[in-house]
């Protein structure tokens, strides 16, 4: 049961290794027994000896600003890129309950109400993010010893939203927006499909991110913290080679944004002005340049043939979760996979599958029907399409078996052979 911890077996110690939460830490260590039973018993007095220990009470120092503030240090300490991010989300707990005000008087039903009162105003991912920071926030509290385990209120988990963005521009809608864009945000739009990168990552790079020898264009500052490799080829390198002809090559120089705007070599910025500019001058669906990071996914898996080891190092996907979200199928990707199911052989079934969309045949067992219900014929010639109609085997353009005079027969055996 929950709050009995667990036991388990690593392969590296010949004892059960127990677990458990002590005050919001989580404790795993051996419990020196060999057998199950023993280790149920070990398990047990651990967790009754945690139980009896004093319960701390809430420090009433801790307000929710701090509160906020203890998971704001844990991701810049981690050095995660999303912490201004996270910053404008927390915003919203401070508003409600006050930033001055003790933690001690966040409850759950408290907590709940807060959330309903934000999903009015505030999409289900929104909240849905704000559940998970404030959770978050709460455990570390309780892991720094500022609150005890027992005092940590609920939060509800609010279920990932069902209509996350799925849209995927295909290759053809992408050179219809960039036909009616200027040069710089044409070349801005395909290196984003063809490498699959992050806007932001595009925006930020440098002529000191490129080696122009090795031709190598080096991403320091990922949104993981991870750096990242691109080697160039195609037409990235033409994209990248036909940006640096155009970079007057001197003191300082690599310094400069490699996608800029305009002859001053200006940072590219926010494009959503011009963006929404260009998707009504072309008369394409809308997209974001996020989404160019599907197509790239999807380009590589489907039309590349890609496999997704490679796909996700080029994309700067640490999981396979990742990979999923972003490389989604539509529906003639899926009717391309079932067109090369076969029954028998290819001629064969492209022909069944013809005759049925216009109506020669019904499918395995049902009635024929002819091109012309009134033309009857015994002319047959000596070579004819068989229907697969059952066991009343005859020529697709029989009417019926009195009409046939090449009716195959059938032999005591079971075997069909054909008279002529």
């Known amino acids: 049961m929950r ?35 023993e280790a149920r018993r070990v398990l047990r007095s651990a967790i009754a000896a945690a139980r009896s220990q004093p319960r701390r009470e809430v420090d009433s120092d801790l307000t929710v600003h701090g509160l906020c503030e203890l998971r704001l240090k844990d991701y810049r300490r981690r050095r995660l890129k999303s912490a201004s991010t996270v910053a404008t989300l927390l915003i919203h707990v401070e508003r409600h309950f006050g930033a001055t005000s003790p933690v001690a008087e966040l409850t759950g039903p408290r907590i709940g109400d807060f959330l309903d009162t934000l999903s009015e105003t505030k999409s289900q991912s929104t909240v849905r993010q704000v559940s998970i920071h404030l959770r978050a926030a709460l455990r570390i509290a309780a892991e720094r010893g500022e609150i005890g385990s027992g005092d940590v209120p609920p939060v509800e988990r ?97 310094k400069l944004f490699i996608f800029s705007r305009g002859e001053g070599q200006r940072p590219i910025g926010d494009v959503r002005k011009r963006w929404e500019l260009v998707l009504e001058e072309s008369g394409v669906d809308r997209f974001v340049p996020h989404d160019l990071r599907r197509s790239a996914a999807r380009n590589r898996r489907q039309e590349g043939g890609i496999d997704e080891e490679r796909v996700m190092r080029l994309q700067g996907w640490k999981s396979r979760s990742m990979l999923d979200r972003y490389h989604i199928s539509d529906v003639e990707d899926l009717r391309r996979v079932v067109a090369s199911d076969r029954r028998g052989g290819d001629d064969e079934d492209n022909r069944n599958a013809e005759g049925l969309r216009k109506g020669y045949v019904a499918p395995m067992g049902g009635a024929e029907k002819t091109r012309d219900r009134g033309e009857k014929s015994n002319d047959h010639g000596s070579k004819h399409e068989w229907s697969r109609a059952g066991s009343n085997r005859r020529p697709l353009d029989c009417q019926s078996s009195d009409d046939c005079q090449d009716q195959p027969t059938t032999t005591q055996s079971g075997d069909t052979t054909d008279e002529n």
């Open 3 to 37: 709050g009995d911890g667990f036991l388990y077996r690593r392969t590296d110690s010949p004892f059960w290794w127990m677990g458990f939460s002590l005050d919001g830490r989580k404790k795993q260590v051996s419990t020196g027994a060999a057998t199950a039973r």
């Open 158 to 254: 609010i279920a990932e939203p069902k209509n996350a963005r799925q849209r995927s521009p295909s290759r053809e809608e992408i050179e219809a927006f960039c036909a009616a864009a200027p040069e710089w945000l044409e070349e801005y739009v395909w290196f984003l499909f063809f490498s699959g990168w992050r806007s932001g990552e595009a925006k930020g790079l440098v002529w000191g991110d490129y080696n122009a020898k090795q031709r190598i264009l080096t991403l320091r500052d990922s949104k993981n913290g991870d750096a990242r490799k691109l080697p160039l080829a195609g037409a990235l390198e033409a994209i990248i080679e036909k940006r640096r002809t155009a970079v007057v090559h001197e003191a300082g120089y690599r």
